[in-house]
């Protein structure tokens, strides 16, 4: 096996891997705060209340949380696809939040939260970012470390 084909099936794996762990994280677990199916669909409105409870707890469970569920699908997704275009990981990640959203509520009797696809939104865009960091600084490097020897 090629080294090129090994690290696309580790790639492959992991994000695979990494969508069984967030399927399990966000259909499979109990929340003790969630009061049966309701929707919130008002921006911000979630956000706001957890930050005013002061819990810092509830505030890294669910705000920071749902942005750092994300961030592994912004980074792995454009490693595995070598010519994905940026919007495309960032429309999987939310098309995938929605999925999720969709799924809590009509089969957790959980809440559809426009706030979690905002959040979820933001952690893929922040993978995506260090993927694009990334591949600049390494490209820099190649340049840089290529010259005239």
């Keep these: ?12 794996i992991a994000f695979i891997s990494y969508l069984g762990l ?11 705060y969630t009061y049966g199916r ?11 209340l957890m930050l005013r409870s002061g819990s810092g ?3 890294a469970k669910n705000v920071v949380g749902n942005v750092l569920l ?14 994905d275009f940026f919007v495309g990981t960032l429309l ?28 979820n939104f933001a952690g893929t865009l922040i993978g995506r970012l260090f993927v694009t960091a990334g591949r600049f600084v390494t490209r820099k490097m190649l ?3 290529s010259g005239p020897r």
């Design 1 to 12: 096996m090629k080294k090129k084909d090994a690290n696309s099936f580790v790639l492959f």
């Design 22 to 32: 967030l399927l399990l994280l966000t259909l499979f677990t109990h929340n003790y």
């Design 38 to 48: 309701s929707s919130n669909l008002l921006l911000f409105s979630s956000i706001r």
């Design 57 to 59: 707890l509830l505030i």
């Design 70 to 83: 994300f961030v592994p699908l912004g980074v792995l997704f454009p490693l595995l696809k070598k010519n």
């Design 92 to 119: 999987l990640g939310l098309g995938f939040s929605l999925f999720i959203e969709m799924c809590q509520y009509y089969f957790a009797a959980r809440i559809f939260d426009i706030d979690d696809l905002l959040l």
């Design 143 to 145: 340049f840089f470390y």
